[in-house]
């Protein structure tokens, strides 16, 4: 059985403590553990602020890049080893699987392929050179400086390549070590990964470090100029939050957490029509992709009261086609939820839920006598109102049909009842329900995914995250924000103003020629 | 005797509780008090959130920014009547008051004019339009909307009217309704100021609110659209930023808080130089400007160690001609500190100082019998490395000489030791020097400000916050960032991703003309 282990100072090293079990979730079969303790962070801390950091940064911009652009394709060279780690310690189907490990080697690209066209240097102009005062000669600039600090990343369970390879990448590209931690559940994926980055020798040593533990104790030693970023729980997230030397010494704090995403039909989309289409596809992709553990899945299906039975009928049908199973066994479109802990989560979550609603499809009995199955499950809420529906994330393949009037001004305070999410979906062709649903959710939604007949065949899903466009959303979603391409680099970095004479600043820090 | 009021819910209300008095800090005059009660923040908020905030996302940007515009004009009509209050319940000279005023109605014009420009809507597009996939089909736009929440501002005492104007420009433009605190030692200015604003009719009711006490209370009921900005001391921003409440449900804070800001003479600068006469003039005027109560005061000056006899014969020369007085005099240049709390404050601080520093000049012994009066003071560290040195705000007219062996590295290392600071100077015509510096340095810089030859007569001082750059820092100085354009807007609002049909995003959300 394997103990995975941490790489610390250069070295990989054992864990210590009381070890956590890794099961196989189709077959509950023990595949290792991992244990908490034996690391040393002040150490840790050291040898990415003293040696990873300084390597990295006396690298510029389009040097990272390089580096980034080759781990990227480290990784797909090992894309056929990581799918089968991943169908095994994650329960992840193969299209499961593909979807993080390309996330992962995708976004490490793009990345790449920005960090090449940023300027051969140390710093990044920031917007245009801008006159003072009436004096032409009294200048500013405004720039980003990589911060000589350390990032500490603490990655969820669902997506262990591609939470690890978006966080690394934006860090990286910003001159910022890191140390990355596995969510546990899916920790022998990341710890693959990590070792094949380590191996990989493209990193500076020092600038990638890796805990299959805990790092709760990294968070006390942090500074001024280190930065966490964390995606997971609501619940975690505010602890993180209200960590007392984060709060003392404004260390940067990044947070993705809970979001009960909203998807909104229009009133105007006709059965049949390639907007409809989209709507029911997309939602069965949501819904059973990953067995429902994506924080930006569909949790909230508002549909027009007249439309109700027509799309429960629907989606019913299509859910019922998605083949659930060990992701090992390829005619399989669903696997299990990630682990025991999960199940339970998933089965009082939907518990909670069924008190105000009914259950169309599913529900909490259990699918087969081993693994941690659950079936895709469809519930009608018995009033649109019920606090619940809008609070509570039921991380599994499970999703409410909220009837609604069919007005943009109902649809946007249904939505809104979310209190922050990281993404909604809008299907409709009539511009100006678009519009005003738009506007009205724009304030508490990270991202608006808009489906027309034009995007029919030429989208991305909502649930996928781009690189190109940020991911994170306020309130209840963590007030986070990352990614949406060089916005991606400001937790790691510090923005400065620069004032003095136009020659000086603007031919040193800002975008003029030196002519 | 005044009791400063409250605005409220369209009404001035009186506060109740313990009063605190409001001294003249020139004579030690009772003015008025302040009573920390009274004030119902739940419907205070509501009234902000149902009528101030809707009526205000009512008028698009450049309406807004008209708004601004006329209050700045007003501001500006009640000029010299705000001027003798200033010097009054300030302490301030007639150059301290006209900053600060000045500054106010200032920046509220910047605003109007940005705003002017803005977009004649309710979004505000960020950054062009992007290819998300293959496809030129599937597009996305990052837009800004107006967070449909109250912005609670607490104001520091030193800046009554610039700090307030400041704040308000930016919520108000943004589309958030503000309720304004008061620095409870300039309070009467500040309450002055408020009268002004709510007579004017400029504002749409309940778009700005004042209190003259206390906003404690309204923290514990912010939620997830809602933003506090906090100037003021490190600790109290540290509390502000550990609030439960504002932990849980994911409220912005940002915060502006101390700052050690070092300046710094490069060893290139020669006797006579103009760029060796602005770091003396740019010294004086910040020790002595509102009596050093200036956030962005200059606190540790860096001199090679072969120049410090002459900088410091130059500096005690011009900072003994600065006459000390009552500001109402016409011919006093410094005033006393703010109240009896800030003397005795500046007073224990330059004790701290002085256990590992000389006097050269000043010091804490009692300049007069009555008023709460400090003479410039100049020290000269006797160890570069004590920690209290690069830790310590002493806020008032007090600077420590701190030698160096005028290399960049050196600057450097000693600069950053102030753990985050709002702006650093550095005087020097030495390209590398000025280069090595201003890069070292600005990752833990909010402003750098760059004094040479050129900028002679041509430039603001470095302690001036200029509303076209960002003021703020990491760190220490609360890591917030206020201000620097359509930045200062960002606290305000929601940057969102929109993704789909090209047609209907760049056109409704992005630059895209509906050609």
């Given amino acids: 059985m394997?103990?995975?282990?941490?790489?610390?100072?250069?070295?990989?090293?054992?864990?210590?403590?009381?070890?956590?079990?890794?099961?196989?979730?189709?077959?509950?079969?023990?595949?290792?553990?991992?244990?908490?303790?034996?690391?040393?962070?002040?150490?840790?801390?050291?040898?990415?602020?003293?040696?990873?950091?300084?390597?990295?940064?006396?690298?510029?911009?389009?040097?990272?890049?390089?580096?980034?652009?080759?781990?990227?394709?480290?990784?797909?060279?090992?894309?056929?080893?990581?799918?089968?780690?991943?169908?095994?310690?994650?329960?992840?189907?193969?299209?499961?699987?593909?979807?993080?490990?390309?996330?992962?080697?995708?976004?490490?690209?793009?990345?790449?392929?920005?960090?090449?066209?940023?300027?051969?240097?140390?710093?990044?102009?920031?917007?245009?050179?801008?006159?003072?005062?009436?004096?032409?000669?009294?200048?500013?600039?405004h720039v980003w400086t990589s911060r000589p600090g350390v990032a500490v990343h603490i990655n969820a369970f669902n997506f262990p390549a591609w939470g690890m390879g978006e966080k690394m990448a934006c860090a990286l590209l910003a001159g910022v070590p890191v140390i990355e931690?596995?969510?546990?559940?899916?920790?022998?994926?990341?710890?693959?990964?990590?070792?094949?980055?380590?191996?990989?020798?493209?990193?500076?040593?020092?600038?990638?470090?890796?805990?299959?533990?805990?790092?709760?104790?990294?968070?006390?030693?942090?500074?001024?100029?280190?930065?966490?970023?964390?995606?997971?729980?609501?619940?975690?997230?505010?602890?993180?939050?209200?960590?007392?030397?984060?709060?003392?010494?404004n260390v940067r704090v990044n947070i993705e957490a809970d979001s009960i995403n909203p998807a909104v039909l229009g009133p105007d989309v006709e059965s049949g029509s390639d907007t409809f289409e989209q709507f029911l596809a997309n939602l069965t992709i949501d819904m059973t992709q990953k067995a429902g553990q994506k924080c930006t899945a569909v949790r909230r299906i508002l549909v027009p009261t007249a439309r109700l039975a027509e799309v429960q009928e629907e989606l019913i049908e299509r859910l019922r086609a998605v083949k659930l199973g060990n992701p090992l066994d390829n005619d399989v479109r669903m696997g299990p939820v990630a682990s025991a802990e999960q199940l339970r989560d998933v089965r009082?979550?939907?518990?909670?839920?069924?008190?105000?609603?009914?259950?169309?499809?599913?529900g909490t009995a259990a699918v087969q006598a081993k693994g941690y199955f659950v079936a895709p499950t469809l519930l009608l809420a018995k009033d649109a109102e019920a606090p619940v529906l809008h609070e509570l994330e039921v991380f599994g393949p499970c999703a409410t049909l909220v009837p609604y009037d069919g007005s943009a001004a109902r649809a946007v305070g249904l939505c809104n009842r979310g209190g922050g999410g990281l993404v909604a979906s809008v299907y409709s062709d009539d511009r100006e329900f678009v519009e005003s649903t738009v506007?009205?959710?724009?304030?508490w939604h990270g991202r608006i995914w808009l489906g027309s007949e034009k995007t029919m065949n030429q989208a991305t899903s909502p649930g996928a995250v781009l690189p190109a466009t940020i991911h994170g959303g306020p309130g209840r979603a963590g007030g986070g924000e990352e990614l949406g391409g060089l916005r991606g680099l400001a937790?790691?970095?510090?923005?400065?103003?620069?004032?003095?004479?136009?020659?000086?600043?603007?031919?040193?820090?800002?975008?003029?020629?030196?002519?």
Avoid: C
Avoid at 348 to 362: D, I
Avoid at 439 to 443: R, S
Avoid at 491 to 515: C, H, L, W
């Fill in 181 to 249: 931690k596995a969510g546990t559940a899916s920790a022998l994926l990341a710890h693959r990964l990590a070792q094949i980055v380590v191996e990989s020798g493209l990193l500076p040593e020092g600038s990638f470090q890796f805990v299959a533990g805990s790092v709760s104790g990294a968070l006390d030693l942090l500074g001024p100029m280190d930065a966490v970023a964390f995606t997971g729980s609501a619940a975690t997230g505010a602890l993180i939050r209200g960590n007392k030397n984060l709060i003392a010494r």
């Fill in 348 to 362: 009082q979550g939907m518990e909670r839920l069924q008190a105000v609603a009914s259950t169309l499809l599913g």
């Fill in 439 to 443: 506007l009205g959710i724009a304030p």
């Fill in 491 to 515: 937790p790691y970095m510090q923005r400065t103003a620069i004032q003095g004479d136009r020659a000086v600043v603007g031919r040193t820090f800002g975008n003029e020629s030196a002519g």
């Fill in 2 to 141: 394997t103990s995975l282990q941490n790489y610390v100072g250069g070295r990989w090293l054992a864990g210590s403590g009381d070890p956590k079990t890794l099961h196989e979730p189709a077959t509950e079969a023990v595949l290792g553990d991992v244990r908490p303790g034996g690391i040393d962070f002040v150490a840790m801390l050291e040898h990415a602020r003293k040696v990873g950091g300084p390597a990295l940064r006396a690298l510029t911009f389009p040097q990272r890049a390089e580096r980034l652009k080759a781990l990227a394709a480290k990784l797909h060279d090992h894309r056929d080893e990581l799918i089968e780690i991943a169908a095994k310690n994650g329960g992840n189907t193969r299209g499961d699987a593909k979807f993080d490990l390309d996330g992962a080697s995708g976004t490490l690209a793009y990345y790449a392929g920005l960090g090449a066209a940023m300027p051969a240097g140390f710093h990044l102009p920031d917007g245009e050179g801008i006159q003072l005062t009436r004096s032409p000669r009294f200048h500013g600039q």
